[in-house]
């Protein structure tokens, strides 16, 4: 007996607390890395829409494919045809950049600089191998290597775009660069042609100039979304 009349075999049962010197209540399971890890990874590419944009690369492809197989195209509509769906899949990764919390998102989270990263990446690779495979077999003017470049450098304006005016306006930098390309390969049947590699859409695939420009506005565009993300206010 304690204090109080009180058994003293009954000071931890009564209370339900542990009994003296055994084992203390299990806790909720550890999270393993790898499952947490693939958890961020589902979710940052459900709100960024990625599996959207999967379905846009591989309705362009099919497109694509479509189009070489069934038509038949000369010199000048044979380069301006897979330029439209290049622009197609640049415009839909351009657009996974969005955030639905907008700007407060870039201070919360230590890997979301490179889950942004990694989506805009594993996109462009395989709207580049989408598009490529849409042309085997078929006359695919300019070949995989004018599919990297065109895609890769369309895709950095998107990126670019984002930045700057927001993620769900970026297809605007695609499309846009679109009526320059094709304006572009116009000149070169009705002259004056323009030549800049700038304008790589009109230059020829092995170009070392056009593809270095191209290059370069994909890896300041995938820096640059890297680092800050799309411009989107909260709430949109």
């Given amino acids: 007996m304690i204090a109080g009349g009180m058994p003293r075999a009954t000071t931890a049962a009564g209370t339900g607390g542990p009994p003296p010197g055994g084992p203390l209540p299990d806790g909720p399971p550890p999270v393993r890395p790898l499952t947490a890890g693939l958890r961020l990874?589902?979710?940052?590419?459900?709100?960024?829409?990625?599996?959207?944009?999967?379905t846009a690369i591989a309705a362009c492809a099919i497109g694509l494919w479509i189009a070489l197989a069934a038509g038949s195209w000369d010199s000048y509509g044979a380069l301006q045809l897979p330029l439209v769906f290049e622009a197609g899949c640049a415009a839909a990764i351009a657009v996974t950049t969005a955030s639905p919390l907008g700007e407060p998102e870039r201070v919360t989270g230590r890997w979301l600089p490179f889950l942004r990263l990694a989506t805009a990446l594993a996109l462009t690779v395989a709207a580049v191998a989408a598009l490529a495979?849409?042309?085997?077999?078929?006359?695919?003017?300019?070949?995989?290597?004018?599919?990297l470049r065109n895609v890769a450098g369309m895709t950095g304006l998107?990126?670019?775009?984002?930045?700057?005016?927001?993620?769900?306006?970026?297809?605007?930098?695609?499309?846009?660069?679109?009526?320059?390309?094709?304006?572009?390969?116009?000149?070169?049947?009705h002259g004056p042609a323009l030549t800049t590699p700038w304008l790589w859409p009109a230059r020829p695939p092995h170009d070392l100039g056009a593809a270095v420009c191209a290059g370069l506005v994909f890896a300041v565009g995938l820096a640059v979304i890297t680092v800050r993300g799309a411009r989107d206010p909260a709430g949109e």
């Avoid at 495979?133 to 599919?147: F, K, M, Q």
């Avoid at 998107?158 to 000149?187: E, K, N």
């Fill in 133 to 147: 495979a849409a042309g085997a077999g078929t006359h695919l003017a300019g070949g995989a290597l004018d599919v």
């Fill in 41 to 54: 990874v589902r979710l940052h590419a459900t709100s960024r829409r990625v599996p959207a944009a999967v």
């Fill in 158 to 189: 998107g990126l670019l775009c984002a930045a700057v005016v927001g993620g769900r306006l970026a297809w605007a930098g695609p499309v846009s660069y679109l009526v320059a390309g094709v304006y572009a390969l116009y000149t070169q049947w």
